[in-house]
């Protein structure tokens, strides 16, 4: 993902920002900013050609005070409903105790800066919209100021601000509210000035999250809670095998369950299902278990996850396409045999099995249709429903719902969750209809983190370091066939896939890494942190035993090692150092201390963790995380992402955190099957620290879960002198 990051930003160079203002019919003030490279609105740089976009705000100052700021982005617990607003109420020096958000609908005026459409994905949603609106807020408050001036005449320079007030010269002050209107007939200032980090009022504060007293009374609600006037409830009967097709059904004791109003084959985006479509969930769930379908699963491969090892297995030994090369490649064969290593690891298919099942509701009026959907592809998902729908994209209003995790989930490239539902509600024009996956529908229905093999043969110096690295990688391309494919699939290589690896920030010379993408009937999709959650591993776990094999101290072995600009990563090892110092030598019999560190998305991470075994599993004590995320705009919610994705980390570790596959048929089905870590399994105790930085943020919702699964595991080899070379751990 990191890779689709840059490629993207490297595209956005030639790209502009354009702001409009207007004031509301029912008084107050709307501004609406599409920020697309973030140096044009500083005062200094060239002024972008103006250009009219529709007036969706993202900033409402309404008559009585309260100030509306709209978020660009999903908030399906990552934070950003509050991290947002958050900065663009510094600039604006917006009283935050008069500050609510929502979520934006799908508009061009909410498209990703860099990648130019509207999303939440690749840890960006700060990374690429910090800037974007800061200039909102300065923007705005610049208006707001050069409103007052002119109704006291004075300068604007003889004004200042603070909690939603312009103070002027002679005690003369007015709120926002009061200036709101007129502002809004103000012409845009081409540059404003932006704060000094000195500055910041609320920017680095430990801010409450606004979502969280709704969430925490249940009173928020998600998509799945949506509730409309005559809706109905769909639910899908989909092929045991991934492209499967509908010969023939029979739907009579399906029909017959009270509330059933239809029952019909609709189109997947490969292969067909049914559809049952009744007045409420229970009965389209019962009419669905009567159905008698005869599936066609002929012509598509049956994909067996222990025939897939075996062949992984034999492509691992041969050079696949080169990720990249260094050095020199015969290096390897001048390292005598008892100075070289070869592993080889194993990784599964992953379900992200989200605490809300996929749903999506639609609503289908001929010439014009709504839909209602927790989507992290807003642009994507609202062109898929237009075109099965025979709309243009800009008929159909795209409400984005608060939503219960995704974790990659809810970015898939093809929309077919959001394509079914069109469908469906299609053939009920006229009639809400809600499209609900069951947890048994999601665990089975694929767009999982591919299956990997990892194959490493390294050469070892005499000074104990890595003198020549060979890594093949096989799994999945998660990107080929989608519209990122030309953007970040090189050479026959996806990036997605040598993350973490193919661009390491140890300094390895004579360095090889190729990949192999077999091509299996099994939809993949990306797993938070991507390619990083088996690349890290693989590369933090031999790191590790290089360091025992050397017997040089962990985090010493990791210093040496590290490239001179590695600079995230090291601050971020320097001070989870200092602070996991005292407890990592004092600690009890039976107790072993492991430690891991990575670079994803541009921000460095550093972990240690205090490990036992306790009825044949790992028990995690503590960890103590260091993160360097240059400007850390919450540090509560930075908190918060790095204990959760600690323990969401942990489900790569858990006995039964596996999809397997035999005759192409999925053998898990619940949370029986493919089990998330329980508190017993999640660390007792996470400590997080930030390093102090100006620098621009950077992603913070991924990069705490590569780390943690590598650092128990170094810990385990050392309270029990076996190395773990395949997840999840089945034994210890």
């Known amino acids: ?75 399906f617990g990552q934070g950003v409903h509050t991290s947002l607003p958050m900065i663009l109420a510094d600039e604006m020096d917006a009283d935050w105790s008069q500050v609510v958000a929502e979520l934006a609908p799908a508009a061009d005026v909410y498209k990703d800066p860099i990648f130019g459409f509207q ?39 003889q004004c200042r601000t603070a909690n939603s007030v312009v103070y002027g010269p002679g005690n003369q002050s007015a709120r926002y509210a009061e200036l709101a209107a007129d502002a809004g007939r103000k012409p845009v200032p081409d540059k404003v000035r932006l704060k000094e980090p000195s500055e910041f009022r609320l920017i680095g504060k430990r801010v409450r999250r606004l979502d969280s007293r709704a969430k925490c009374d249940g009173s928020q609600k998600f998509g799945l809670d949506l509730d409309l006037p005559g809706m109905k409830i769909a639910l899908i009967a989909r092929p045991p095998v991934f492209g499967g097709r509908v010969r023939s059904f029979t739907d009579k004791e399906a029909r017959s369950i009270a509330g059933v109003r239809d029952v019909f084959e609709i189109p997947l985006v490969k292969g067909t299902a049914v559809a049952v479509v009744a007045d409420k969930f229970w ?42 090369s260094t050095g020199d490649q015969k290096a390897m064969d001048a390292i005598a045999a008892p100075n070289r290593m070869v592993a080889e690891y194993e990784f599964p298919y992953l379900a992200h099995a989200a605490m809300e099942p996929l749903n999506t509701t639609i609503r289908f009026d001929g010439d014009r249709a709504e839909a209602w959907v927790g989507s992290q592809f807003q ?55 809600k499209l609900v996956w069951t947890r048994e529908d999601d665990i089975q229905g694929g767009y999982y983190r591919p299956m990997h093999v990892h194959r490493v043969e390294i050469g070892i110096g005499q000074d104990g370091m890595p003198a020549a690295w060979r890594h093949v990688i096989v799994g999945q391309s998660i990107l080929a066939g989608t519209p990122f494919a030309a953007m970040v699939v090189k050479n026959g290589v996806d990036g997605t896939a040598v993350e973490g690896t193919a661009d390491t920030h140890y300094n390895i010379p004579n360095f090889h890494v190729s990949a192999h993408h077999p091509i299996v009937n099994v939809p993949v999709l990306w797993w938070r942190s991507v390619g990083n959650t088996h690349t890290a591993f693989v590369m933090e776990t031999l790191i590790d035993e290089l360091a025992t094999r050397a017997r040089i101290d962990p985090i010493v072995y990791r210093r040496k090692l590290l490239k001179a600009d590695a600079g995230k990563l090291r601050r971020a090892l320097d001070l989870m150092d200092e602070k996991s110092a005292a407890w990592r030598t004092k600690l009890p019999p039976g107790h072993a201390f492991g430690i891991s560190c990575h670079e994803a998305f541009d921000t460095g991470v550093a972990c240690a963790v205090d490990v036992s075994i306790e009825n044949k599993r790992p028990k995690i004590h503590r960890v103590t995380i260091a993160l360097d995320p240059g400007v850390a705009v919450n540090p509560l919610t ?34 029986d099957g493919y089990t998330p870590p329980y508190i ?53």
């Open 1 to 75: 993902m990191r890779e689709l990051l840059k490629a993207a930003s490297d595209r956005a160079l030639s790209r502009r920002r354009f702001l409009r203002v207007s004031a509301t019919a029912a008084g107050g003030l709307l501004v609406s900013l599409y920020v697309d490279l973030p140096a044009f609105a500083q005062e200094g740089t060239e002024a972008p050609p103006q250009k009219i976009f529709p007036p969706d705000a993202f900033v409402h100052i309404r008559p009585d005070g309260q100030i509306l700021i709209t978020v660009n982005r999903l908030e």
């Open 680 to 732: 017993v399994d999640a660390p007792v105790t996470v400590d997080v620290h930030i390093v102090p930085s100006t620098e621009a943020p950077t992603g913070c919702g991924e990069p705490p879960v590569p780390v943690i699964s590598p650092a128990v595991v170094n810990a385990l080899a050392r309270l029990t002198g076996k190395r773990y070379r395949s997840l999840p751990l089945l034994t210890i």
């Open 638 to 671: 930075i908190e918060s992402q790095f204990q959760a994705g600690v323990a969401f980390g942990v489900s790569q570790l858990v006995a039964k955190g596996a999809i397997t596959l035999k005759d192409g048929r999925v053998e898990q089905r619940n949370f």
């Open 379 to 433: 642009t994507f998902d609202q062109m898929a429903i237009a075109e099965v729908l025979g709309l243009k994209p800009e008929q159909v209003t795209f409400h984005t719902e608060m939503t219960g995790g995704g974790f990659g989930r809810r970015a898939v490239a093809d929309s077919h969750v959001q394509r079914e539902a069109a469908v469906i509600a299609k053939r009920l024009r006229g009639t809400p209809v």
């Open 119 to 157: 999303f939440v994905g690749g840890s960006g949603s700060i990374a690429h919209s910090f800037q974007q609106y800061r200039e909102l807020g300065a923007k705005t408050r610049a208006m707001l100021v050069a409103t007052a001036a002119d109704r006291w005449h004075v300068t604007p320079d």
């Open 283 to 324: 009965a389209a769930k019962q009419a669905r278990d009567r159905l008698k379908i005869d599936w066609d699963l002929s012509g598509i491969e049956h994909a067996d996850s222990s025939q897939l090892l075996s062949r992984y297995k034999e492509l691992a030994r041969t050079t696949g396409n080169i990720a990249v």
